[in-house]
């Protein structure tokens, strides 16, 4: 597969006769939508040949029970793990079940040999993290126990196959609770077949201050769980400024720490599947930006004749346009960008990627991953 960047002047017909490629493939593989306009600096992913989807390293996405049936078939054949957001749970350790039944996932992932994972997260009533629930919860061994014992049953019942570890913003006083939890959780689902894996905020040391990071010990986690994803992602958020949303040299900063703590065969590295659309000029407590897929950003740039450029530095795509009188600009993600994170797992030998969320098909990305580790039979 070779990667292109749109010129003045291409066309979907003008690019497949100099690549010799069928254009029905370069609007399947891309997503392009009817007409089939191009914006200059958009990047292509051109397939000049076949291969069999075959999974050489572990490849893992987020799923709310509300992603679109389609979508999540499209997306299994990719897929070595299906994670399910989400269950929460009691201060006593009672499971709560996502809004809307799970079921149906559960069985879709197995029918694909996809491992479903129950993803378990402490949130309140609002939706947020909540930190207090987190704490009573890991500071009693009765509820603890309960909790656990709680999850292999519902695994059991249902067909999970595995448990994922969701938890912000953990006190800095609950950090050995913390791990723990963990190391109780995964040696108590081991002894009945179930691996265990936790997700970690992007530190990139171990005195790292700050909510996001004080409750979560890289080295003592990597030992506790049989595997761990690194989210790295949301450098540019909702609230903040403009900016990449996994900017390269970021990410590769939490990576170069987190391998000097645990080995990098337990390490998957988070990527983001969305990108944001950014009101200007930025005003703190004020601005607010929209998510948006990666096909939508592209498709934004053609509508408004926006031309995308490429940070060699965050290596992510941009653009500014004007709409109604607002200047906006726009991050996102496209094939160049994550060539360049699949780049880095193959360069420390990580486990794999792991991807939130998987919500939006973007099928470049699938393609590009798939060629990029393809094994041949």
Same mark, same amino acid.
């Given at each position: 597969?070779?990667i ?8 979907v017909?003008?690019?497949?006769g100099?690549?010799?490629?069928? #254009? ?9 939508i ?7 600096g ?5 397939q ?17 029970t509300?992603?679109s &049936?389609?979508?999540l078939e ?19 350790? +009672?499971?709560? !079940? !996502? *809004?809307? &039944?799970?079921?149906?996932m559960?069985?879709e992932?197995?029918?694909?040999s996809?491992?479903p ?6 949130? &309140? ?12 919860m890991?500071?009693? +061994?009765?509820?603890k126990n309960n909790l656990?014992?709680?999850?292999i049953?519902?695994?059991n ?14 006190l @800095? ?8 939890f ?7 689902l081991?002894?009945?077949?179930? *691996?265990?894996?936790?997700a970690?905020?992007?530190?990139t #040391?171990?005195?790292q ?18 595997h ?6 949301e ?18 900063r939490?990576?170069e ?6 080995p990098p ?12 659309d ?8 004020? #601005? ?5 897929g ?11 004749g ?5 940070d060699?530095? @965050?290596m ?5 346009? *004007? ?5 906006? +600009? ?6 160049r ?14 486990r ?11 099928? @470049? ?13």
């Amino acid at each position: 597969m070779e990667i292109y960047v749109v010129k003045q002047g291409d066309t979907v017909n003008s690019l497949a006769g100099l690549y010799q490629v069928d #254009s029905e493939r370069l609007i399947y593989d891309n997503q392009l939508i009817y007409p089939y306009e191009l914006a200059v600096g958009q990047a292509l992913l051109i397939q000049t040949g076949t291969a069999d989807i075959s999974r050489s390293i572990i490849s893992g996405g987020y799923a709310y029970t509300f992603i679109s &049936d389609w979508v999540l078939e499209q997306t299994l054949p990719y897929l070595s793990e299906l994670y399910i957001f989400s269950y929460g749970f009691t201060t006593t350790g +009672e499971l709560i !079940p !996502p *809004e809307l &039944d799970d079921s149906w996932m559960i069985s879709e992932a197995r029918e694909y040999s996809t491992v479903p994972v129950l993803t378990l997260t402490p949130f &309140d009533e609002t939706g947020n993290f909540n930190n207090q629930l987190i704490s009573v919860m890991i500071n009693s +061994e009765e509820n603890k126990n309960n909790l656990i014992e709680n999850i292999i049953t519902t695994m059991n019942e249902k067909g999970y196959e595995a448990l994922d570890i969701d938890f912000e913003f953990i006190l @800095a006083e609950d950090r050995d609770a913390f791990t723990n939890f963990v190391r109780q959780c995964t040696e108590r689902l081991n002894e009945v077949g179930y *691996e265990v894996s936790v997700a970690l905020a992007p530190k990139t #040391s171990a005195d790292q201050r700050g909510l996001l990071y004080e409750g979560k010990d890289y080295r003592a986690l990597g030992e506790a769980a049989n595997h761990v994803l690194l989210m790295t992602y949301e450098w540019g958020y909702t609230y903040g400024p403009a900016m990449a949303v996994a900017p390269l040299n970021m990410v590769r900063r939490v990576v170069e720490y987190a391998v000097t703590e645990i080995p990098p065969e337990k390490i998957s590295l988070g990527i983001p599947n969305y990108g944001y659309d950014w009101p200007l000029p930025y005003q703190r407590g004020i #601005s607010r930006a929209r998510t948006i897929g990666n096909i939508e950003a592209v498709r934004i740039a053609v509508e408004n004749g926006a031309e995308i450029k490429f940070d060699e530095t @965050a290596m992510s795509p941009y653009f500014n346009y *004007e709409k109604e009188g607002i200047m906006h +600009e726009v991050w996102f993600e496209d094939v160049r960008s994550l060539r360049a994170k699949f780049g880095l797992i193959s360069e420390y030998g990580l486990r794999g990627a792991g991807y939130w969320q998987i919500m939006q098909f973007f099928r @470049a990305n699938w393609l590009l991953l798939q060629d990029t580790f393809y094994i041949t039979k």
